[in-house]
């Protein structure tokens, strides 16, 4: 492409630059150029090399017609070519850029990029390029080099350091000057040891902190340690070392780099402590160490450290407590401590305005929530931890607040009173032996083993960086944690993903995801042995031959808290993307409370298909007792029942456990129901109630509605204490049983009559026990 031949006046304010000599090509544009045919005929080569199957390209306005596998490209891709034209000989020109990304190209890197003479930038990203980086390549003045998501394997060369020749000028309408080079190797395949020689390109700096140069060598497949060599770099703005099988510690040698704005180290392999050397990176503003090991440590001191925006540093193995300078950091907008072992308070972060993400999950926190914090369009994760307990009456636990705060396991109280945050002196109302949850949709019902289960969905609930959810009635949810920080979606609240085309099962085409941590949880099951089965179908990848083919999911699962799988992905367990795969475990339920924790650790890919794709990902989530009766459902599938039973008892008073065989039992209650002369009272969600008929017509009492006797004083156990009565007949019913077999218990006491020497105990109750019997159907309809 070609600029305005007229130059136009530039500001002088607008850089000073008094240090370096330099030579330039400058771009023009002109009715007709000459682009040597070497030059013509050598792109052609390259986009063959590529593996493009279209070729277009008109050399007097050095454009792009056609290029890629169709003929029409796909909208996100990009095809550039740039010529610059000599400032005195406009005939004398030359290709100083070829970008062609997106494209999904199939080949490989171009050794022909030699015959383009002037070539400075290349920038093949989102391909499917394989092999390894032409060796004639640096032999080249090639200063930008981008291979982002690609294939490509082997070694990276040691002929790399050998650009070092890696200054230009670039000439555009706002004056950008940039000094730098750029080397982009991030998702491939490479393996190895980062080569010592990469410590020769000791020019890798930047005029403008907009234009930053950096190596990022993320998601590879490179071991070893960290060349001392790197230690030469002081001009480096940027630098990236992400999912790796790196070893070592952090090397100190990283306080050089004090032009650094941007440092990343996450699950590299290193391990910490985290050099108190950084103290002195005063011109950090995005810093992110994560999952590093190591042995526990004080919080790093960043004092200094003012412009950062971003910091993460979890999973660190920090102990210290959180200093309170960092409520002084005005551009302060992400702070993530999640999973270390901070003790003491929360500071109020007051004077952090611009603040948006506090995510401080998995620590050791005490005290109360901070009301500074409680403030309109900020989140707050403060899962797991040691905090005062929230009531209902807690300001924290206020409705309709517009921010995001999660509170789910935010105290270390092991009352079961409190097990779930705002709700006071919680109590199950019943056990559920059985669940089965529609991660991200809808209800669903499906057939299997010849029995209708109906997936309960939680697709209404919003996600959120910071997101408790609890299924009301049922008395499961889950807690979401954690923002995808460079999907550039701020307000990102909706974290599911759903996949109406695939050929998967309506029961895969949904998920949940989560950036960090996503935790299902159900608080009211029965004690005893449970088959738990995870269902999973990566839905983000492909199985094709396209860069969406390369992505990597990889998460550790917990459950109840013990480490179940380390390091699962999903397509390498599957054999491919859209395909199933169930994780099945065997859990022992205590104390009626069951969590089953997916867990981000810094590990695979990040960008691909785009930005923000990584961490926790589930379809559904079954949880079967051995003794589980399964939900019943009619024909249509409609919904009949919303609990599972062991035991369907019935207790004529209020809501009863009682230990029988070393179990314990729940014994509804329905004291809360008035009698009356004639009524019908159904236990809703559970579907079943009693019907009662008659009235005492001789007590002169005509508003008599309580059909019920209470003796709280007898010598009888809390289950004969309580009874329901009725002058004429009382049926009990059940609307939703399995077909089968029952053990029928009917539990009795006289409650109204004595056996001491009065005329009490001449009373006599008799009455009929009918048990399958309507009187409203024929025998052949029952």
Same mark, same amino acid.
């Given at each position: 492409?070609?600029?305005?031949?007229?130059?136009?006046?530039?500001?002088?304010?607008?850089?000073?630059?008094?240090?370096?000599?330099?030579?330039?090509?400058?771009?023009?544009?002109?009715?007709?150029?000459?682009?040597?045919?070497?030059?013509?005929?050598?792109?052609?080569? *390259?986009?063959?090399?590529?593996?493009?199957?279209?070729?277009?390209?008109?050399?007097?306005?050095?454009?792009?017609?056609?290029?890629?596998?169709?003929?029409?490209?796909?909208?996100?891709?990009?095809?550039?070519?740039?010529?610059?034209?000599?400032?005195?000989?406009?005939?004398?020109?030359?290709?100083?850029?070829?970008?062609?990304?997106?494209?999904?190209?199939?080949?490989?890197?171009?050794? %022909?990029?030699?015959?383009?003479?002037?070539?400075?930038?290349?920038?093949?990203?989102?391909? !499917?390029?394989?092999?390894?980086?032409?060796?004639?390549?640096?032999?080249?003045?090639?200063?930008?080099?981008?291979?982002?998501?690609?294939?490509?394997?082997?070694?990276?060369?040691?002929?790399?350091?050998?650009?070092?020749?890696?200054?230009?000028?670039?000439?555009?309408?706002?004056?950008?000057?940039?000094?730098?080079?750029?080397?982009?190797?991030?998702?491939?395949?490479?393996?190895?040891?980062?080569?010592?020689?990469?410590?020769?390109?000791?020019?890798?700096?930047?005029?403008?902190?907009?234009?930053?140069?950096?190596?990022?060598?993320?998601?590879?497949?490179?071991?070893?340690?960290?060349?001392?060599?790197?230690?030469?770099?002081?001009?480096?703005?940027?630098?990236?070392?992400?999912?790796?099988?790196?070893?070592?510690?952090?090397?100190?040698?990283?306080?050089?780099?004090?032009?650094?704005?941007?440092?990343?180290?996450?699950?590299?392999?290193?391990?910490?402590?985290?050099?108190?050397?950084?103290?002195?990176?005063?011109?950090?503003?995005?810093?992110?160490?994560?999952?590093?090991?190591?042995?526990?440590?004080?919080?790093?001191?960043?004092?200094?450290?003012?412009?950062?925006?971003?910091?993460?540093?979890?999973?660190?193995?920090?102990?210290?407590?959180?200093?309170?300078?960092?409520?002084?950091?005005?551009?302060?907008?992400?702070?993530?401590?999640?999973?270390?072992?901070?003790?003491?308070?929360?500071?109020?972060?007051?004077?952090?305005?611009?603040?948006?993400?506090?995510?401080?999950?998995?620590?050791?926190?005490?005290?109360?929530?901070?009301?500074?914090?409680?403030?309109?369009? *900020?989140?707050?994760?403060?899962?797991?931890?040691?905090? +005062?307990?929230?009531?209902? %009456?807690?300001?924290?636990?206020?409705?309709?607040?517009?921010?995001?705060?999660?509170?789910?396991?935010?105290?270390?109280? +092991?009352?079961?009173?409190?097990?779930?945050?705002?709700?006071?002196?919680?109590? =199950?109302?019943?056990?559920?032996?059985?669940?089965?949850?529609?991660?991200?949709?809808?209800?669903?019902?499906?057939?299997?083993?010849?029995?209708?289960?109906?997936?309960?969905?939680?697709? %209404?609930?919003?996600?959120?960086?910071?997101?408790?959810?609890?299924?009301?009635?049922?008395?499961?949810?889950?807690?979401?944690?954690?923002?995808?920080?460079?999907?550039?979606?701020?307000?990102?609240?909706?974290?599911?993903?759903?996949?109406?085309?695939?050929?998967?099962?309506?029961? !895969? +085409?949904?998920?949940?995801?989560?950036?960090?941590?996503?935790?299902?949880?159900?608080?009211?099951?029965?004690?005893?042995?449970?088959?738990?089965?995870?269902?999973?179908?990566?839905?983000?990848?492909?199985?094709?031959?396209?860069?969406?083919?390369?992505?990597?999911?990889?998460?550790?699962?917990?459950?109840?808290? %013990?480490?179940?799988?380390?390091?699962?992905?999903?397509?390498?367990?599957?054999?491919?993307?859209?395909?199933?795969?169930?994780?099945?475990?065997?859990?022992?339920?205590?104390?009626?409370?069951?969590?089953?924790?997916?867990?981000?650790?810094?590990?695979?890919?990040?960008?691909?298909?785009?930005?923000?794709?990584?961490?926790?990902?589930?379809?559904?989530?079954?949880?079967?007792?051995?003794? =589980?009766?399964?939900?019943?459902?009619?024909?249509?599938?409609?919904?009949?029942?919303?609990?599972?039973?062991?035991?369907?008892?019935?207790?004529?008073?209020?809501?009863?456990?009682?230990?029988?065989?070393?179990?314990?039992?729940?014994?509804?209650?329905?004291?809360?129901?008035?009698?009356?002369?004639?009524?019908?009272?159904?236990?809703?969600?559970? !579907?079943?109630?009693?019907?009662?008929?008659?009235?005492?017509?001789?007590?002169?009492?005509?508003?008599?509605?309580?059909?019920?006797?209470?003796?709280?004083?007898?010598?009888?156990?809390?289950?004969?204490?309580?009874?329901?009565?009725?002058?004429?007949?009382?049926?009990?019913?059940?609307? =939703?049983?399995?077909?089968?077999?029952?053990?029928?218990?009917?539990?009795?006491?006289?409650?109204?009559?004595?056996?001491?020497?009065?005329?009490?105990?001449?009373?006599?109750?008799?009455?009929?026990?009918?048990?399958?019997?309507?009187?409203?159907?024929?025998?052949?309809?029952?």
């Amino acid at each position: 492409m070609f600029a305005d031949k007229k130059k136009k006046k530039k500001d002088i304010n607008i850089f000073v630059f008094s240090v370096f000599a330099i030579i330039c090509f400058k771009s023009f544009s002109v009715n007709a150029i000459k682009l040597p045919q070497d030059e013509v005929d050598a792109l052609q080569q *390259i986009a063959t090399t590529l593996g493009s199957k279209y070729w277009k390209f008109d050399a007097e306005s050095c454009t792009v017609e056609k290029v890629g596998l169709t003929e029409t490209p796909p909208p996100s891709a990009e095809q550039v070519i740039e010529c610059e034209c000599s400032p005195t000989n406009e005939t004398d020109c030359h290709v100083v850029k070829i970008a062609f990304k997106d494209h999904n190209l199939p080949g490989t890197l171009p050794p %022909e990029i030699t015959k383009l003479p002037k070539l400075r930038e290349i920038d093949f990203a989102l391909n !499917y390029l394989n092999g390894t980086i032409p060796l004639e390549w640096f032999t080249t003045n090639l200063t930008i080099i981008s291979l982002l998501v690609n294939r490509l394997s082997g070694e990276i060369p040691k002929e790399l350091g050998n650009l070092t020749s890696l200054t230009f000028l670039y000439l555009a309408d706002q004056f950008e000057m940039l000094l730098c080079t750029f080397s982009n190797l991030e998702s491939n395949a490479f393996s190895g040891t980062i080569p010592q020689e990469l410590g020769n390109l000791v020019n890798l700096g930047t005029l403008w902190e907009f234009l930053i140069p950096y190596p990022m060598l993320s998601s590879n497949n490179l071991t070893g340690t960290l060349p001392a060599s790197l230690s030469k770099l002081q001009n480096m703005t940027d630098f990236r070392i992400n999912d790796l099988q790196l070893n070592g510690t952090i090397p100190t040698y990283i306080q050089n780099w004090k032009e650094l704005q941007r440092l990343e180290i996450v699950a590299s392999g290193l391990t910490g402590p985290i050099p108190s050397a950084i103290s002195v990176l005063n011109n950090l503003k995005n810093l992110r160490i994560s999952d590093i090991g190591g042995p526990v440590q004080p919080f790093p001191y960043l004092r200094n450290s003012t412009e950062i925006s971003k910091l993460v540093l979890k999973n660190c193995n920090l102990a210290g407590q959180i200093p309170d300078y960092l409520s002084n950091f005005k551009n302060l907008e992400t702070l993530d401590l999640s999973f270390n072992k901070l003790p003491g308070t929360i500071p109020s972060f007051a004077h952090a305005e611009k603040l948006r993400f506090l995510i401080l999950a998995g620590n050791r926190l005490e005290g109360d929530v901070p009301a500074e914090l409680l403030r309109d369009g *900020i989140t707050v994760d403060l899962s797991y931890n040691n905090l +005062k307990w929230q009531s209902s %009456e807690s300001r924290s636990c206020r409705p309709n607040m517009n921010l995001n705060l999660n509170l789910f396991q935010s105290t270390s109280t +092991k009352e079961s009173s409190k097990v779930l945050p705002c709700i006071d002196d919680f109590k =199950c109302p019943r056990y559920s032996s059985c669940l089965h949850v529609n991660c991200g949709g809808s209800d669903l019902t499906l057939k299997q083993n010849k029995t209708k289960i109906l997936y309960q969905g939680d697709g %209404e609930a919003e996600g959120g960086a910071a997101k408790y959810y609890l299924k009301r009635n049922d008395y499961w949810g889950f807690s979401s944690t954690g923002d995808y920080m460079d999907d550039n979606n701020f307000q990102n609240t909706r974290f599911t993903v759903f996949v109406p085309t695939s050929n998967l099962s309506d029961l !895969y +085409k949904s998920a949940r995801i989560a950036p960090v941590s996503l935790t299902y949880f159900h608080a009211c099951l029965e004690n005893g042995k449970y088959t738990v089965n995870l269902d999973f179908a990566e839905m983000r990848f492909t199985n094709d031959e396209t860069y969406s083919r390369l992505g990597r999911r990889v998460f550790d699962i917990y459950i109840q808290e %013990e480490l179940a799988v380390k390091d699962f992905n999903i397509v390498d367990e599957a054999k491919g993307a859209q395909k199933p795969i169930t994780k099945s475990f065997t859990v022992n339920v205590t104390n009626h409370f069951l969590a089953i924790l997916l867990s981000w650790a810094g590990k695979g890919t990040t960008r691909i298909p785009t930005r923000g794709v990584y961490g926790p990902l589930i379809s559904a989530i079954s949880i079967v007792s051995a003794v =589980c009766i399964p939900r019943k459902w009619n024909e249509s599938g409609s919904k009949n029942c919303n609990w599972t039973w062991i035991h369907m008892s019935y207790y004529l008073g209020s809501d009863l456990t009682l230990k029988q065989n070393k179990t314990k039992i729940l014994y509804q209650g329905d004291g809360e129901a008035e009698g009356g002369a004639a009524k019908y009272y159904l236990k809703r969600n559970d !579907y079943w109630g009693f019907s009662s008929t008659g009235d005492y017509m001789d007590d002169n009492n005509f508003q008599n509605t309580r059909f019920t006797v209470f003796v709280p004083t007898s010598n009888l156990s809390d289950l004969y204490k309580s009874a329901r009565i009725a002058p004429v007949s009382l049926t009990y019913f059940h609307a =939703c049983l399995e077909n089968g077999k029952y053990t029928v218990n009917l539990d009795f006491a006289e409650m109204r009559f004595t056996n001491d020497e009065t005329y009490s105990r001449l009373g006599r109750r008799v009455f009929d026990i009918y048990i399958q019997v309507s009187f409203l159907l024929s025998a052949s309809e029952n």
